[in-house]
């Protein structure tokens, strides 16, 4: 069982940043491929980005190359988001998730391939 609990959400303006983080509970972390999705009132949820269980590959939309990085500190039991350059359509809730991947350097890209959620945290990027 792994519980994840996201922090660094907040309202900011466009051009701003944000540094999503997400604690994991749990000896098992570093089994776990990690990913960042996010859903808009209204929409589906979206996913955004995933880094492998060893943090050699990462994968993220094309909406958000060049403006998001998604990290992971093994040691910490933490996977990160940084959003940089950030827009009024990125405002949704950003939920992490994870997810036991095949390998250390799969990356997981659809919802149903995670298996824990953590709450959520509401981003705002005004204009």
């Known amino acids: 069982q792994v519980q994840l609990v996201e922090s660094g959400g907040g309202s900011v303006q466009a051009g701003g940043s944000l540094r999503l983080s997400c604690a994991a509970s749990?000896?098992?972390?570093?089994?776990?491929?990690m990913g960042w999705f996010r859903q808009a009132p209204g929409k589906e949820r979206e996913f955004v980005a995933t880094?492998?269980?060893?943090?050699?590959?990462?994968y993220c939309i094309n909406s958000v190359k060049g403006r998001f990085t998604i990290s992971r500190d093994n040691a910490k039991n933490t996977v990160y988001l940084q959003m940089n350059s950030l827009k009024p359509e990125d405002t949704a809730v950003y939920y992490c998730?994870?997810?036991?991947?095949?390998?250390?350097?799969?990356?997981?890209?659809?919802?149903?391939?995670?298996?824990?959620w953590g709450q959520g945290t509401q981003v705002t990027v005004s204009s």
């Open positions: 998730a994870a997810g036991t991947a095949r390998d250390p350097w799969e990356v997981l890209i659809t919802p149903y391939e995670y298996d824990y």
């Open positions: 749990g000896r098992t972390f570093s089994m776990y491929a």
């Open positions: 880094i492998a269980a060893s943090g050699g590959k990462t």
